[in-house]
């Protein structure tokens, strides 16, 4: 099974403004908001994982 990997205008614009905070951010903030971002997108895929078995 084939899934877009492209993203949607809203989301791309989106993309764009998280990219200028980001510049903003120094050493420590970025390592946090990266960390925080691998932990949320982690919590997604379990979520995926159970909603694909039906444990939910």
Do not use: C, H
């Not at 877009?4 to 903030?29: A, C, D, G, W, Y």
């Not at 960390?35 to 444990?55: A, C, S």
């Amino acid at each position: 099974m084939k899934f877009p990997t492209n993203l949607s205008m809203e989301q791309q614009f989106r993309l764009q403004v998280l990219s200028e905070e980001v510049k903003r951010l120094n050493r420590e903030e970025a390592q946090k908001y990266l960390l925080e971002i691998l932990r949320q997108m982690m919590v997604k895929d379990n979520f995926v994982k159970q909603v694909i078995k039906g444990d939910f």
